[in-house]
């Protein structure tokens, strides 16, 4: 295979529609906290756009080979199926992408940050890769899959020097709560596959039913837990309006018909980029509120 098909594979098993759902939150907690853009901005951004992603999705396409095999939404924007022969290059793709990255951003950090993102880095590796496999532990799944979004902006605010309060913590409280109903979503569409391949995952061991209402549960979670944040970030709870309705068809899905979810989740990906608009001028009007 010639060099470019390589990268082809390569970008493909990133995910580039979900990129700017690990760097958004970096940049913005970073920014939001340091006020000014700088060098390390700029390498953090980048990090977490595609170097962090290629080492999220392609272990994870590494190790989920067996089962992408059997799952038909694989081979477009939700990921490849990686060839054999492309499992070893993804690997060292990965791991010397982040490389240079991870180097100076330690250079840079406080000892408080480098916990920060060495724990970010072990989920992203351990979710996917045994020994601890945690993909397969259900709601250990969707738990570290979260940590995978929520925390780009634990590190952000960490290496920003940002003063921890009530509200910031709570926001992180929300963020995480909805990582863990979007997994748990998402993981509803893989039943079928996941059963066949002898994967397992919440969705494999609760059920599609449940899983759908554990999503929903969660969701509507997040929006309360926004409404204790500080000026204007109660209005943000609205950002959660569009998730509950994207997954609230799916309450009374069967397992046999799991992959209907898969419609649901397409809207999910786009559902993503209105929400982070909604934020984003949420985000300036706090900027200039507290300017």
């Not at 880095?121 to 995978?148: N, Q």
């Not at 902006?153 to 963020?175: E, K, M, P, R, T």
């Not at 309006?241 to 989740?265: I, M």
């Amino acid at each position: 295979m010639s060099g470019r098909g390589v990268l082809g594979h390569l970008i493909v098993s990133s995910r580039p529609v979900s990129w700017i759902n690990t760097a958004y939150p970096f940049a913005a907690a970073y920014l939001l906290s340091t006020r000014e853009i700088d060098i390390t901005l700029i390498v953090g951004t980048l990090f977490f756009l595609i170097p962090y992603n290629l080492a999220m999705y392609g272990i994870n396409d590494v190790f989920d080979y067996e089962s992408d095999l059997r799952n038909p939404r694989k081979g477009g924007v939700q990921g490849a199926v990686l060839d054999r022969s492309l499992h070893g290059v993804t690997l060292w793709a990965a791991g010397l992408s982040c490389l240079p990255f991870v180097l100076y951003l330690i250079a840079v950090g406080s000892p408080l940050s480098w916990v920060v993102l060495v724990t970010s880095l072990f989920f992203v590796v351990f979710y996917s890769a045994p020994p601890l496999r945690l993909k397969e532990r259900p709601f250990a799944d969707s738990g570290t899959s979260s940590i995978h979004f929520f925390s780009p902006a634990v590190y952000g605010l960490v290496l920003g020097g940002a003063d921890a309060d009530l509200s910031l913590v709570l926001v992180i409280v929300a963020f995480a709560l909805w990582g863990i109903a979007s997994h748990a979503f998402g993981a509803v569409q893989d039943v079928v596959a996941d059963r066949e391949a002898g994967i397992a995952s919440i969705a494999t061991a609760r059920g599609a039913r449940w899983t759908v209402r554990f999503a929903l549960v969660c969701y509507a979670a997040a929006g309360l837990t926004m409404l204790g944040v500080a000026w204007p970030g109660p209005l943000a709870a609205v950002v959660v309006v569009p998730y509950l309705a994207a997954v609230w068809p799916y309450r009374n899905l069967d397992d046999a018909e799991a992959e209907r979810a898969t419609v649901g989740w397409r809207r999910f990906l786009w559902i993503n980029q209105l929400s982070g608009f909604i934020v984003t001028l949420l985000l300036i009007w706090w900027w200039l509120l507290t300017g």
